[in-house]
């Protein structure tokens, strides 16, 4: 390098290297620690919502051991109620700005000290981020203001409109320090809050500027995920609130240690919480800085109102929204969705076994009882267990990764908006049904699906599955305890994933990818190619839309996987696949969501799409170092969810096989209607299989918008095999009721088999 050109060259790197100071690196969200999760949860999870001064002893008898009054604080609670702290510190109804009389705050306090007295625990009823009189007047720019150049209200006009108060200004801090005060004077154990929440958009001035001082710019008048600034506004609001819930939780253990964070996190779970942007609520990581977060569970809500499927899948999900930590449920216990009345307690049993099968804590309701469902039956089915699910950690073999960009940002390929701001779909009993589309119609965001897709392919199979979402993927610690990841058509992946993903396959992990998957960034930012392109062997070049609803079949399309020879492969050499074959025919059908891909030097094609005029790879097999990769050129978990047919079950399962490379260390062999679910006690030395069997009677009679099929008995299921692998296991029961079952010698371990299913049962393997 002469002289002159190294001048220019260093002119040129210190030129570049000021254009780089001047511009601040772009934001990105990070993400919290998880906070630790020993709290008096260890002993005390058996909660019941419903409970006033007078009816404490008799929840208490019948098993409860945690108390809340009301779902929410609209009025004065058990131990709660709508309270803010007034202007010289004491507290004042939040709605009228009128001080809380003593008398009552004593009231509160003496039911709790009364609950204390009884060994059990209270949550407080919380109120929201309402503004309150004394605020409105002296401090108008705390309101949340919903539009661009939108003005605070009058004190007078708080008479009549609820407006919030907006939890990024000093109002945050706040309410913050009110809860604080509310822990000192009642004494709670933990808090209960309806209406927890972020919301989209804030234009007051505490936003406005914290969100030109972290990414230069003003907050997007657009409300459209479509555009690309919403986009990257949203995700900075959301990790903003994950932030402001880390500190409202902080401050309030700060008080006691062991306080239990247990707001309602999303509202109420009618799905609403998957629609998708721009009405997003809350964040994913938010739930890794809340103890035991609440969620409503019903049984009657879109895109399939029939089955236990959805319900199954949303207590496994909100397991990894908590980072294998249980999330606290109310099954609701309707009929007819949210009509109250009691359905029968084989129906009951189900859904509270649901919960607890898939790692998450069902609470009751008092009024959700009668003579054949007392509360004292429900919580005695939680007690019996209790033994078996403290502690527990699931087994770890598989994760499906749910992502917060892939579900908010993503959408439905042309109709990322399904469900603008404020349209959500409504029950038809509590709330008007304002869904614009047919019930049968109705959509989640595709990735929501295909992730449901794989669940029930994964459930069906009984294989372990446990879900991971964004801070996982950014963590290698997190996913090195996998043998393999699925991304059900995770679009929006950030760079930072990708690459915890690439050296996770390079050394020796398995992936297992569909679709769209990492197409874009995590701010649905769309990329050329796959970010993970290297790792599938496989390049994109657009998608075709095969899907259909009957009884509309516009456009379908076929498959060819090879019935002979060398075309055959593990993933697709299956009986359940063959079954699919008609004689003579060599084809397979396929409605759904597929991608053009192709197949880059030293990958594997398996199958193909059989159309004109070209004939696009089905499959793609990579082996980059040490791992193995699976990349399906369709939204198979989708197609899986939406218009299954049974080969693709098998085509997801063995899938995560091959790319797994070893099994899973305990399998179960059980009809299609058996959910099992793994977990570890002891630091592994025990081991828990859970086995929930659906099966209903009545044969889904019902038509599936209408009253799902509730179940009015019990079929019981015999011979159930469990084999475990390694000859470390000295016993095996099942529980409840302690039943020893025979270890039978195998090659490889040994193996039970329980005598009758009813309901749910574990079978515990002791080292
Ligand atoms: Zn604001």
Redesign the pocket.
Known sequence: MTLHVLRAFCLAAMFATAIAAAQPEAWRPSFPATIDSHTWLDTHRRLCFGVDGTSLDEVIDAGSNVICGGTNAAGIGFAGGPFILGREGEFVDIMTGVPIPAPTLAELRSRVDAAHARGVKVLGEVIRFNMTPWMQAEHPEWQ??NSPGGKPITVEELKDLHVLG?W??PYGDWFIKSQVELVKQLDWDGYNMDGFGCWAQ?F?P??TAAYTADCGHAIPAVRDVNSAEYRHYLKWRLARYTGFVARWTAALKAVKPDFVTAPWTTGPGRWWHWMGAPAAEGTDAMHRVLDAPFLELLWDFPADQGSNLLPAFTCRYYRGLCGDRPAWILPYLCEQGQFNMQPPRAECDLREMTVLTNGCIPAQGRWQQNADTPLAHLNALVEEREPFTRDARSLKWAAMFVGESSRLLYGLPGARTEVPLGAWIGSGVDTPDIGKLEPGERRMPAHMESAVGVFRAMMEDHLPLDIVIEPDLEDPETLQQYKVLILPNAACLSDKATATIRAFVKAGGGLVAMHESSICDEFGDRREDFSLADVFGAHHRGTEDFSARWPNYPKWTELYLGIAGRDLHPISDDAVVRSNYRSGSDRLQYIGWMTNVDVAAGATKLGRRLSAPVEWPFIVLNEPAAGRSVYVAADLGQAYFLAPYQYQRRLISNAVRWAATTPPPVTVSAPLCVQAAFYTQADGRRTVVHLLNEVNTSANRAIPENNPPQREETLPIAGINVAVAGEAITAAFAEPGHLSLPLTKTPGGFVVTLPRLDTHAMIVFEE
């Open positions: 949340e203001i907006c990024n200004s804030c007051c505490s936003c």
